[in-house]
């Protein structure tokens, strides 16, 4: 319902705006939206179990600057990557132990991770950015494969292994089942530790990754480049009906989500909006569609 | 003795306190001098009226991530009514706190009527409120304020400012509001459960709504000291660094992650401990960047010890 009413307002918005609906803006916009997409995709996972993550902003700057800084040492491009990966894979990790061994609400210790990776990546460069990084790095960013940016592979990979865990595996299915009722799952005997792990992990990963491609993108870490992706990935989720509320929500529909938040942002850019104003509107967005949701779930209950 | 002193002690933040002075008086050359005792003492006013609020706010269950785009509002509309549009001190000082209270309002309207979860609501507003700031700026910082505003709080009284008066007042304030009065028991029973405390014919919705009206308005009153104390009025006072030293504060001063539980002398402690531990790092002339990661692993370190603890019972 919400992501179909959001197609709607996006055609209906674009019609009017030049320069909107041309093949090469509408690229630019899925380009611009593949941050938040990415993210996007773990962050479902996280809200569908009824969790949160807070730390996305943190790890987008943290894992970038820990691959940069090793590049720029001459440490091998894959190799770099890979440890930045293998960071966000890492904290993710720790969100989820605290989580489900230890009990902490997800906002909490998410809010913490994510401000003691923003810490590290102030402190290893001393607040400094880094840049300049080897070309095929950049590429990542920057490049074009058939007329079309690497960047928007990359976020149509991540939202296809997404899809194929949630939707295809037993893994799914249970993170499914995990969110709709937890007692049930812990009674059919299921680890739901091991699962909590599992799609804390995959949301650091996930947050690793657009950090990374981000950093390729601009050819540039800034040790706080990832506070304006936070809500943004927390309102394309929502939007594209993922349900704070756990147990539903589709990747799929959170890209949707995504695409909606890209193309606001751009039409504000094209018709001069300026930046401050539009975060005060993803703001309100967010409550809105949230409170809207929540009605909504309160009627379907009602009816049943 | 009380309950607040027991839990206090039980907490552990004065211990922890004591033995991070001890660590500075025996490590950190000029810690231990009256001149710095009062630099940490200025230092830990403003955080201190602030995280009273939020103590409020976690007792219920719920989080404001708001809070330090509420003191960077503050700053900014003080500015502008001080220095551009020239109103009196005492007009002010109370419009600002007015603006704070009316954000509260929102955020607990939001929170209690509309149903939307604490956390996004005011990751929300927070975005909502520093666009508004730095709209209202057009990212101009006010400076040189009227020396009949920087009174309010820099006046000089046996050595401190009276900003430190001034939080002195609210914690005694905050203290009888928690631990003495109908308010504070309603506060404790909605975040245990609020169920409950519905049932039980309490009219949590007030509650709920009047505990984020609060902290709002204690965050601008903050926001207005700093902006006194630096001399500069601006939308990037505070912000989300701010909340974070904040929360960390009320979490380390023993404040339950789930509601319920909280006290105003161990959220005071809360902040003495981090701005002992900032001193320190200034002291020392290392990096401060390093003061954002240090909060976070003592925050980390509190909680996993909590957790462990509250287990093995």
Redesign the interface.
């Known amino acids: 319902m919400v992501p179909v009413l959001g197609v709607a307002a996006f055609a209906a918005v674009g019609l009017p705006i030049p320069h909107f609906l041309t093949a090469g803006n509408l690229l630019n916009v899925i380009r611009q939206s593949s941050i938040i997409g990415i993210c996007s995709v773990g962050m479902t996972m996280v809200i569908v179990i009824l969790g949160i993550d807070l730390s996305i902003a943190g790890l987008i700057a943290l894992c970038p600057m820990v691959s940069g800084l090793l590049m720029l040492h001459g440490v091998p491009i894959t190799a770099s990557i890979l440890t930045g990966i293998a960071t966000g894979i890492g904290l993710g990790l720790f969100n989820g132990v605290m989580v489900s061994k230890l009990d902490v609400p997800p906002f909490i210790t998410t809010l913490v991770v994510g401000q003691v990776a923003q810490g590290l990546a102030l402190i290893m460069n001393n607040g400094r950015s880094i840049g300049g990084f080897p070309a095929a790095y950049v590429n990542i960013g920057n490049g074009m494969l058939l007329g079309i940016p690497i960047s928007d592979y990359l976020m149509v990979v991540m939202m296809g292994i997404g899809i194929v865990i949630m939707q295809f595996t037993p893994t799914g299915n249970r993170i499914y089942a995990l969110g709709g009722n937890e007692t049930v799952v812990r009674q059919e005997g299921i680890n739901v530790d091991r699962l909590k792990l599992f799609v804390y992990a995959f949301c650091g990963f996930c947050a690793a990754v657009a950090g990374i491609l981000l950093s390729a993108q601009l050819d540039t870490v800034h040790p706080i480049q990832g506070d304006p992706y936070q809500l943004d990935t927390i309102a394309a989720c929502v939007i594209g009906g993922v349900s704070l509320a756990g147990g539903e929500g589709r990747v799929a529909l959170a890209i949707v989500g995504t695409l909606v938040i890209g193309s606001v942002r751009n039409v504000l850019d094209l018709l001069g909006v300026h930046p401050f104003f539009q975060n005060v509107l993803v703001g309100a967005i967010i409550i809105l569609v949230v409170f809207a949701s929540g009605v909504s779930r309160q009627r379907r209950a009602a009816r049943a | 003795m009380t309950g607040a002193a027991q839990r206090v002690l039980k907490n552990g933040s004065a211990l922890i306190f004591v033995l991070l002075a001890l660590a500075g008086i025996v490590f950190v050359r000029s810690f231990a001098s009256l001149e710095n005792a009062a630099i940490i003492a200025r230092q830990a006013a403003i955080p201190a009226i602030a995280v009273l609020g939020m103590t409020m706010v976690l007792m219920t269950g719920g989080?404001d991530?708001s809070l330090g785009f509420v003191v960077g509002l503050a700053s900014t509309a003080t500015g502008f009514m001080a220095k551009v549009w020239g109103f009196p001190v005492g007009v002010t000082v109370a419009a600002t706190v007015l603006l704070g209270s009316l954000v509260g309002l929102l955020n607990g309207a939001?929170v209690q009527y509309?149903?939307?979860?604490a956390?996004?609501?005011t990751?929300?507003?927070?975005?909502?409120l520093?666009?508004?700031s730095?709209?209202m700026s057009a990212g101009n910082v006010i400076t040189r304020l009227p020396p009949s505003l920087l009174a309010v709080g820099r006046t000089e009284l046996l050595g401190l400012p009276t900003s430190v008066f001034i939080a002195v007042g609210m914690a005694g304030l905050a203290w009888f509001f928690i631990h003495r009065s109908v308010f504070g028991r309603a506060l404790s029973a909605f975040g245990f459960n609020a169920r409950a405390a519905s049932l039980s014919g309490l009219r949590t919705a007030r509650v709920n709504v009047l505990t984020y009206v609060l902290c709002s308005s204690l965050a601008a009153l903050a926001g207005l000291l700093l902006t006194i104390r630096v001399n500069a009025a601006q939308p990037n006072m505070g912000g989300?660094a701010f909340t974070?030293e904040i929360?960390?504060a009320a979490?380390v001063g023993g404040t339950s992650?789930?509601g319920g539980i909280g006290s105003v002398i161990g959220s005071i402690f809360g902040v003495l401990i981090i701005k002992i531990i900032e001193n320190c790092i200034n002291l020392l002339n290392v990096?401060y960047?390093?003061?954002?990661?240090?909060?976070?692993?003592i925050?980390?370190a509190v909680?996993?010890m909590d957790?462990?603890r509250s287990?093995a019972t």
């Open positions: 989080i991530l939001v509309m149903k939307v979860p956390f996004i609501t990751l929300g507003t927070g975005y909502i520093y666009g508004v730095q709209l989300g974070f929360v960390t979490i992650l789930f990096s960047h390093l003061y954002l990661a240090v909060q976070g692993g925050i980390l909680i996993v957790r462990l287990r």
